[in-house]
């Protein structure tokens, strides 16, 4: 009985030690795979830079909408991009969840919901209008929107991509004044979802 019971205890061990030893190399692969897959500075315009923009212009109920709620988050990935000067402004966020697809509908229903937003931009403060975007269909599912934000001494506009494909979820927001090129958005969007395997 004492030989039985020992050798059960070895074997859920062996079994415990192979899961927890497969995770660590799956979820660097994974992380790996998701920068290996995001836009770089060469698919870029002459002239842009990668680097952070000091404003984000997603803002109230976009603050936090990729975080759905009793959904967990895996893995993340997010690049900037920056025209010359300061705008237009390209942000890139790719992400992995526990499932991808309760995810997915609980972003597309935030968004929905998400009519306006308010804010401070370049140190003055901005309301906004978030609108559906009539685009081509990216992905498994997508959704676009038209985000303007207005203050007293400038109005910004942002198209923004909620795309699922496979198994992620990838948002691309690009910002300007005093409009996004849409043939230049569709562009950015068609090369960055090609780019997800």
Known sequence: MKAKSRTAVMIAMAVLSFTFVGIGPAAATS???LRSEALSIHQM???WSARQPTEDLRMGCLTHLLEPKGVKETHFEEVYFLGVGSLPL???TMTTYSSITAAYKKIKASIAGCRNVAGVLKG???TGTVRPLRMPHYGNASVVYLITLSGKHLTVR???AIVRKGGVILALLEGNYPVVNLGQFERFL???VARVK
């Open 31 to 33: 992380m790996a795979q």
């Open 190 to 192: 068609s090369k960055a």
């Open 158 to 160: 942002s198209d923004y």
């Open 124 to 126: 003055y403060p901005v």
């Open 90 to 92: 390209l942000v890139e």
């Open 45 to 47: 315009p002459k002239g």
